[in-house]
């Protein structure tokens, strides 16, 4: 990863893109993208979607069909990580990213992917709806987008299909949102000085400290 990628933050905005993967398995050096689907809003709004099955060019292990039901039958038609990409890397354009866990996986696949088949970088901003969900919700035993979906009554029928996935998180970062700006008791983020990317609370052998959620890409630090 390099300087350039873009840098994660929680907010509530209203005009932004969220995405998700479906993949042949959880290692983003040596697995494949198998599906990705993204929705564009405005003013809090579905405007327009892209959702496209990836063919990956080999086997889908059972296990990642397990999950996700996509098999080898239903890619062989699909096209390629290179078509795919280019696609996406256009519908993104310079928009704001939002997804569910994306922060140590979907946003590296894509970055992986961009600068594997296109040469170029990604360099959105993007919010992690997860974090955002840690702070919203500190009741909750777990912060899974079925568990946040649950919580707000949103239905979690077709989970784990990429656009499913996008329309149930899409749904819960506006329930989030309210939260967040109507919550006085929610800690207001620590910018980093060097990137102004949020700076997570974490315990040195020195005490506590802030350090950077861009960590390694950002190695920036204050004093709690």
Request: proline fraction near 4%; charge should be negative; hydrophobic fraction near 35%.
């Amino acid at each position: 990863m390099t300087e350039d990628k873009g840098k994660r933050f929680t907010q509530y905005i209203k005009d932004y893109i969220v995405f998700d993967l479906e993949t042949t398995g959880i290692r983003p050096n040596s697995d494949e993208i198998i599906e990705i689907s993204a929705i564009k809003v405005r003013n809090h709004q579905a405007e327009d979607q892209f959702s496209t099955l990836v063919n990956p060019g080999r086997h889908i292990p059972k296990a990642a069909t397990a999950v996700n039901g996509i098999s080898d039958e239903m890619v062989k038609d699909a096209p390629g990580l290179k078509e795919t990409m280019e696609h996406f890397y256009q519908f993104i354009g310079n928009d704001i990213l939002i997804g569910h866990n994306i922060h140590t996986f979907d946003m590296i696949f894509i970055y992986n992917a961009a600068q594997r088949v296109l040469d170029t970088e990604i360099k959105n901003d993007y919010i992690d709806t997860l974090y955002m969900a840690r702070k919203c919700l500190p009741q909750l035993s777990h912060h899974r987008l079925s568990d946040v979906s649950e919580y707000f009554h949103i239905s979690t029928e077709g989970a784990h299909r990429a656009l499913c996935d996008c329309v149930m998180n899409q749904k819960c970062y506006e329930e989030l949102g309210k939260i967040w700006i109507e919550s006085k008791d929610i800690q207001p983020e620590v910018l980093c000085p060097q990137c102004g990317g949020e700076m997570i609370r974490r315990k040195g052998k020195f005490g506590e400290f802030y350090g950077c959620s861009n960590f390694p890409r950002c190695r920036g630090t204050r004093k709690c």
